[in-house]
């Protein structure tokens, strides 16, 4: 009997939780309440590929704007590789979607499979990680006065500060992700997000969320190094029982000289790569990409 045909279909919303488990069994520690803001940020845009009601493959590529998408959660089962099932959902998302731009964060020895697509690399996105020396960070409960040039108050992100850091956020990404980041920075248990504020205006906010091992930061923006730095000591500081993940991309040299200054060193890179015109984004202010699923 030949066997059954890869069905691939639009997730529903309750799957999304599927792809971020597998993300976690590739070893990309996702964070613990990942699924909800990332199924938020296009409700369209994750697919599942499946063989007798059973998932073998999962994508994602979301964009709530025709200009740009995201590509991530490329993942097989591992019982199911070698058979075409990549590329088929590979080529169902691209034939389904179409962006003007379309950019990922893809593992670096998949670079040549991803240029046949018509990727061009842009940068490389190194992940730096380890254990913070704890007399580094600050305890920011409410509001912290900053120690830094230019002053300022480290605010936590509710629902007041929401729409300022939103607007704050609009330069760092090539199209409007309010969905996603609407509840991105809404706190939760296991997430939490500062502001950097100075003359009543946000400078810089990143967000800081438990994960399968340890926390990450991410976003990190901040209009200087002062201001990324003091975010930092922040974020870093509400979970500080465990390691620090960053994730900066590696041309900004002031990005990776903090991570690298806190004690962190390199655990894993990715290639930022894209398909259509490059956006032109603020690198010099960003410290911390947000995600290597969603940009």
Same mark, same amino acid.
Request: net charge negative; with cysteine; charged share 20%.
């Given at each position: 009997?030949?066997?059954?045909?890869?069905?691939?279909?639009?997730?529903?919303?309750a799957?999304?939780?599927?792809a971020?488990?597998?993300?976690? $069994?590739?070893?990309?520690?996702?964070?613990?309440?990942?699924? @909800? +803001? %990332?199924?938020? !940020? =296009?409700?369209?845009? &994750? /697919?599942?590929?499946?063989i007798?009601?059973?998932?073998?493959?999962?994508?994602?590529?979301?964009?709530?704007?025709?200009?740009?998408?995201?590509?991530?959660?490329?993942?097989?089962?591992?019982?199911?590789?070698?058979?075409?099932?990549?590329?088929a959902?590979?080529?169902?998302?691209?034939e389904?979607?179409?962006?003007?731009?379309?950019?990922?964060?893809?593992?670096?020895?998949?670079?040549?499979?991803?240029?046949?697509?018509?990727f061009?690399?842009?940068?490389?996105?190194?992940?730096?990680?380890?254990?913070?020396?704890?007399?580094?960070?600050?305890?920011?409960?409410?509001?912290?006065?900053?120690?830094?040039?230019?002053?300022?108050?480290?605010v936590?992100?509710? $629902?007041?500060?929401?729409?300022?850091?939103?607007?704050?956020? @609009? +330069? %760092?990404?090539? !199209? =409007?992700?309010?969905? &996603? /980041?609407?509840?991105?920075?809404?706190?939760?248990?296991?997430?939490?997000?500062l502001?950097?504020?100075?003359?009543?205006?946000?400078?810089?906010?990143?967000?800081?969320?438990r994960?399968r091992?340890?926390?990450?930061?991410?976003?990190?923006?901040?209009?200087?190094?002062?201001?990324?730095?003091?975010?930092?000591?922040?974020?870093?500081?509400?979970?500080?029982e465990?390691?620090?993940?960053?994730?900066?991309?590696?041309?900004?040299?002031a990005?990776?000289?903090?991570?690298?200054?806190?004690?962190?060193?390199?655990?894993?890179?990715?290639?930022?790569?894209?398909r259509?015109?490059a956006?032109?984004?603020?690198?010099?202010?960003?410290?911390?990409?947000?995600?290597?699923?969603?940009?």
């Open positions: 009997m030949p066997p059954s045909p890869l069905h691939i279909r639009p997730m529903l919303p799957e999304v939780p599927l971020v488990e597998w993300a976690a $069994a590739e070893g990309w520690n996702p964070g613990l309440d990942d699924a @909800r +803001p %990332f199924a938020a !940020a =296009d409700a369209d845009g &994750f /697919l599942i590929g499946t007798d009601g059973e998932p073998v493959a999962t994508i994602s590529l979301v964009g709530p704007e025709p200009a740009f998408g995201f590509l991530g959660f490329y993942i097989v089962a591992p019982a199911f590789r070698g058979r075409g099932h990549g590329l959902i590979w080529n169902a998302a691209l389904r979607r179409r962006f003007e731009t379309i950019g990922l964060d893809g593992v670096v020895d998949q670079q040549p499979s991803y240029r046949k697509s018509g061009v690399l842009a940068h490389r996105n190194v992940r730096y990680g380890g254990r913070v020396d704890p007399a580094a960070l600050l305890t920011a409960e409410g509001a912290a006065a900053l120690a830094a040039p230019g002053g300022g108050t480290l936590q992100i509710g $629902a007041a500060l929401a729409p300022a850091v939103i607007a704050y956020d @609009r +330069p %760092f990404t090539p !199209a =409007d992700r309010t969905a &996603f /980041l609407s509840a991105w920075i809404t706190p939760t248990t296991t997430r939490r997000g502001a950097l504020v100075r003359d009543g205006a946000v400078g810089g906010y990143g967000v800081a969320r994960c091992t340890g926390a990450k930061i991410g976003p990190l923006f901040a209009d200087d190094e002062a201001g990324a730095e003091a975010l930092f000591r922040a974020l870093a500081g509400l979970f500080p465990g390691e620090i993940f960053l994730d900066p991309p590696e041309p900004h040299a990005a990776t000289a903090l991570a690298r200054r806190f004690g962190l060193s390199p655990v894993f890179e990715t290639a930022r790569m894209y259509g015109p956006p032109d984004l603020p690198i010099g202010r960003i410290f911390g990409i947000t995600t290597f699923e969603l940009g």
